[in-house]
């Protein structure tokens, strides 16, 4: 693979990530009761992030969950190589509370599909609103995003990386040609 | 890492694949701790549990951890009359393999049965215990219930007491713990200890192996050994090695006393001792399903071309 | 019908005798030194000795035909080299009386291949309690009594039936296994036994009824020497140190004891059960590195006079039953000379003549015949093989009908490319022109 672009440097995230906040609380009407899940890997920290956003406008902290959704994937009679099960916390309990399940990029839309169905099985939340750092198109399912980050028109052969510093050790994202 | 095909013992199993999948069942233990106690992970698959031997709990156990998987499961119970009536085992298994299956869990009465079913079927195949060789998942529910209270098995003692010489229990505990770390001791009555059990220290007096262990896997004693003479008296047995509470006094302070069932209270076991505070034989039987759960998974995802 | 053979290396139980041109007319040696012949085939670059004789052969018939039967087993010997076989008992009837003898004999006389020879039961249905009639067996022309497949486990049958043998003439042949000590044993009994947790049958199993047997021979040999009986013991498949080191205790007493080693045991391990295939399972068990070591001095310096080969075919499905339902036996009568001669003569530097001796002469002394050598006026009773030319064991060319083999895929040199059986051809492989 090779690099041909990089599409977000560390601060336009913080950006993204501000309004995402800000507009969270707004569609919301407020954070109470609020709570936020994290799908593995980068949607963790950036979950993370928006909750401490969050925090900073409304002064309440919403609660983050992790969730693992590889035993919900629809390819794994499929694939030939196992990905590995992780762990799925979710120290609250989400019946009743209006969740965002956050995740970095946005495509086909089977992870979020398969997030929703591992979420419902936890319990039923009120309500279940979607963020994504990155939106980059070519849905197979019919999902969409409440809030988006960016918009990244990108073709099939494209790879896009989002970085984070939590795991990455910098923030950005990047474009790669396969 | 390349995903192991058949589970049939721990021959050739790397430390790390065994941490990897009791890692795993940790992960599928949270499943059965959900209200909805179901993943879809295993839709789609066919998985037949073939019992050429009769055992309620370890069939229950695979069907239900199948069932968590989302798995189809075709359950093929063996009457000893339809073996007799001519058909070859392999001829029942490649009658089942007709129906297309993905995974065939196997339990034998005779040694390497699972590895020759290994050579005749396409699908993976998980011993499920065959004679008195392996009964793997077994020792990995063994091995998971001890580290959830232990964490880790480094130098852990685990005595192992009973029939050892005809215990697939004892056979497969033995190749597995020392590969987490643990010292295995195997004690019991001279006519009932094989000539080696690789992996343990074998030895007749039970004090031994006891004192100062972490844990203590208790065997069931079948009363066809008093049959075939290698046990001349059930009393003499009782006298020497029924592990009591006083005997577990010998052991750690908190040791955990485990039994693979079905127990004969009151004969390898006093009778209330399953219930006291040493016991993790309910905690056994749980751990059973996520290990289970694990194995399916490791097995079978990730195998397509 | 007079055949030469030309420039073959002439070698028999009795040494090396360099090249020679063989003519072979009315069915003996007429010349070593070539002569007249109707057809000629140029040994250049083969060996020349004499026929093979297996002194235990299971050929199944009467009854079990589906295993094997006359003529698929006297071809697949004629194939392997022999130009006469024993067959055992242990069929279904057993063979027992004078016209089971007979009437198998006729029908062997319509078949191609090597020569039926029979051992005829020692006692009766094998059971090991009522002796049958040696003198009438040996008039209709059995060569050995045996209970071949059971263990006497009757000690006073056996002497009794030793004495009744020798004043016929006749060997007796025993499996020694204590079958108490050797319980529901699968497979050798050891440090690997119990790390599979595969019954194991212990090699004390063998000595220790081969130690008792030694002793009725004693017995029967105190008794029959003063009406002048031969009293002749063959203790079939010795697969151990100890079995063998009891043999040549019995030599230095002088006592008849004749031993025989199988080529399996000779070329196989315990080791082998790793892979959990019935192929590998037999009575007695192949053992330890150790014994097969024992075995191989014991074979070299005669304390094990003979090799026979123990062929027990049984069907493919058969033997491809779990370990605990698959029957016991390996066949290997194609196979056995080109395995000893790759892996005894070719790898470890065993004489070849002591091969001959031990799969020709040995044999047909614990019978109480006379052995076979090259030299004018002898029985055409001839083998001629390729030492050079090395080809893959494959079982679908068999022409027993046991089709799989333990030694599948070995590369192995020594085929058989000709077989005579007092001349006549009973085994010609395609590569020989």
């Not at chain 2, 020392?178 to 039970?206: F, H």
């Not at chain 3, 040696?134 to 050995?144: D, F, K, P, S």
């Not at chain 3, 295939?277 to 070299?300: N, S």
């Not at chain 3, 192995?412 to 492989?429: F, N, S």
Request: glycine residues 8%.
């Amino acid at each position: 693979m090779k690099l041909k672009a990089r599409l977000l440097e560390a601060a336009e995230i913080e950006r993204a990530l501000r309004r995402i906040a800000h507009e969270i609380v707004e569609k919301n009407k407020g954070a109470e009761e609020l709570a936020l899940v994290g799908v593995h890997t980068r949607g963790i920290p950036l979950a993370e992030r928006l909750s401490s956003l969050i925090e900073r406008f409304e002064g309440v902290r919403p609660a983050v969950g992790v969730l693992d959704i590889t035993l919900y994937r629809d390819d794994l009679s499929e694939i030939a190589v196992q990905p590995k099960v992780r762990e799925t916390r979710i120290p609250f309990d989400i019946t009743n509370k209006p969740l965002v399940l956050v995740d970095d990029v946005l495509y086909t839309g089977r992870t979020a599909r398969a997030a929703l169905d591992a979420l419902v099985d936890l319990g039923r939340p009120q309500r279940i609103y979607f963020a994504v750092l990155v939106d980059r198109g070519h849905r197979e399912l019919p999902i969409r995003a409440d809030f988006v980050g960016k918009n990244l028109p990108t073709s099939r052969q494209e790879v896009v990386k989002v970085k984070l510093n939590e795991v990455d050790g910098e923030d950005g994202v990047e474009l790669w040609q396969r | 890492m390349a995903a192991l095909k058949h589970l049939l013992d721990f021959e050739g199993w790397r430390r790390s694949e065994v941490e990897s999948l009791l890692e795993t069942a940790r992960l599928m233990e949270e499943v059965l701790e959900r209200p909805m106690k179901k993943v879809p992970a295993l839709k789609g698959f066919t998985i037949a549990t073939v019992f050429f031997e009769p055992s309620t709990r370890t069939k229950t156990s695979f069907e239900l951890a199948a069932k968590r998987m989302s798995a189809d499961v075709v359950s093929f119970a063996v009457s000893g009359s339809s073996l007799s009536k001519g058909e070859s085992y392999k001829d029942t298994l490649l009658t089942l393999q007709a129906m297309v299956l993905d995974a065939y869990v196997i339990r034998s009465p005779v040694a390497g049965m699972a590895h020759q079913a290994a050579g005749w079927l396409r699908g993976s195949v998980i011993n499920a215990g065959d004679g008195r060789r392996a009964h793997p998942t077994q020792a990995l529910l063994d091995a998971y219930t001890l580290l959830d209270e232990l964490s880790q098995l480094e130098g852990k003692k685990i005595a192992i007491v009973g029939d050892i010489a005809h215990s697939r229990v004892a056979r497969s505990n033995a190749e597995l713990l020392p590969l987490l770390g643990a010292d295995v001791w195997a004690a019991g009555p001279v006519g009932l200890l094989p000539e080696v059990l690789k992996g343990a220290r074998l030895t007749s007096n039970l004090a031994e192996a006891l004192s100062d262990a972490d844990a203590v896997m208790v065997l069931r004693l079948q009363k066809e050994r008093m049959q075939d003479g290698s046990l001349p008296s059930i009393r003499e047995y009782i006298s020497e090695y029924q592990i009591t509470a006083e005997r577990m006094n010998l052991a750690r302070p908190g040791a955990l006393l485990l039994h693979p069932g079905p127990m004969n209270r009151d004969l390898e076991l006093a009778g209330t001792l399953a219930e006291g505070s040493h016991s993790r034989v309910e905690r056994q039987v749980r751990a059973g399903e996520a290990v289970r759960m694990a194995v399916l998974y490791h097995l079978l995802v990730g195998r397509a071309a | 019908m007079s055949l030469l053979i030309k420039n073959a290396l002439l070698v028999d139980g009795a040494g090396e005798h360099g090249r020679g041109d063989v003519l072979i007319n009315n069915g003996k040696i007429a010349s070593l030194s070539g002569g007249e012949a109707a057809t000629t085939i140029d040994g250049s670059g083969f060996v020349l000795t004499p026929a093979l004789f297996d002194p235990h052969s299971h050929l199944r018939s009467p009854g079990q035909e589906v295993k094997e039967d006359l003529r698929s087993g006297l071809l697949a010997a004629a194939k392997g080299g022999y130009a006469a076989v024993v067959a055992m008992p242990n069929t279904e009837p057993a063979i027992q009386r004078p016209e089971d003898v007979r009437g198998l004999y006729q029908q062997a006389s319509r078949l191609d291949g090597a020569r039926l020879l029979l051992a005829a039961a020692l006692t009766e249905e094998q059971q090991g309690r009522r002796l049958t009639p040696a003198g009438l067996l040996r008039q209709a022309g059995a060569v050995l009594l045996s209970d071949d497949g059971r263990s006497n486990d009757d000690a006073g049958v056996l002497a009794r039936g030793l004495l009744y043998a020798a004043a016929a003439s006749l060997t007796v042949a025993v499996h020694a296994e204590d079958t108490s000590l050797r319980g529901e044993g699968l497979m050798n009994d050891g440090a690997l036994s119990a790390q599979l947790g595969i019954p194991g049958n212990p090699a004390e199993a063998e000595a220790a009824r081969i130690a008792r047997d030694l002793e009725v021979l004693r017995w029967a040999v105190r008794k029959a020497a003063p009406l002048g009986h031969q009293v002749r013991l063959y203790v079939q498949h010795v697969s151990s140190k100890r079995g063998a080191e009891l043999i040549e205790m019995a030599h230095a007493d002088k006592l008849p004891v004749y031993a025989e080693v199988t080529p399996h045991h000779l070329t196989l391990t315990a080791e082998n059960w790793r892979s959990f295939d019935p192929v590998f399972k037999v009575a007695p068990p192949l053992r330890e590195p150790e014994d097969v070591d024992a075995l191989l001095r014991a074979l070299e310096s005669g304390v094990i006079s003979s090799i026979g080969s123990d062929h027990a075919p049984h069907t493919r499905a058969e033997k491809e039953r779990d370990l605990q339902n698959a029957p016991f036996g390996i066949p290997n009568i194609e196979v056995a000379f080109p395995l000893l001669f790759s892996e005894l003569v070719d790898k470890r530097g065993f004489p070849l003549a002591k091969l001959i001796a031990r799969m020709s002469d040995g044999p047909r002394e614990a019978l109480g015949m006379k052995e076979i050598r090259l030299r004018v006026g002898e029985v055409a009773d001839l083998m001629l093989f390729d030492p050079g030319a090395s080809r893959s064991v494959d079982p679908a060319t068999f022409l027993s009908k046991a089709r799989y083999s333990p030694w599948q895929g070995w590369r192995l040199k020594g085929w058989p490319l000709l077989t005579l059986l007092a001349g006549k051809e009973v085994w010609r492989d395609a590569a020989l022109a």
